[in-house]
């Protein structure tokens, strides 16, 4: 366990914008990992209740008379292209 945090803390440091680190024994991850998890203002997105079909999101629309608002990514959506 202790290789797999000397591995995984150093990359996680740097997506976090870290820009000194404590001894890595004295890291708290949980600390990290809650100051690195967007306000919820910033997640109002997943709230919508998205479709991964574009099928079923026409259907969906034409049931419930809603526009279908489609989005299309290359998988990385924190890239900033869609």
């Known amino acids: 366990m202790a290789s797999f945090h ?3 803390l150093p990359a996680f440091a740097a997506v976090l914008g870290a820009t000194s680190l404590p001894a890595q024994d004295e890291v708290d ?17 997943t709230l919508i209740p998205w479709r991964e079909s574009l099928t079923d999101a026409l259907e969906e629309s034409a049931w419930t008379g809603k526009p279908v608002y489609l989005y299309v990514n290359d998988g990385h ?3 900033g292209r869609c």
């Not at 809650?34 to 997105?45: D, F, G, K, Q």
Request: hydrophobic share 60%; charged share 20%; no cysteine.
């Open 77 to 79: 959506v924190a890239s």
């Open 6 to 8: 000397r591995q995984v």
């Open 29 to 45: 991850l949980d600390a990290a990992f809650a100051a690195a998890v967007p306000e919820a203002v910033e997640s109002r997105w």
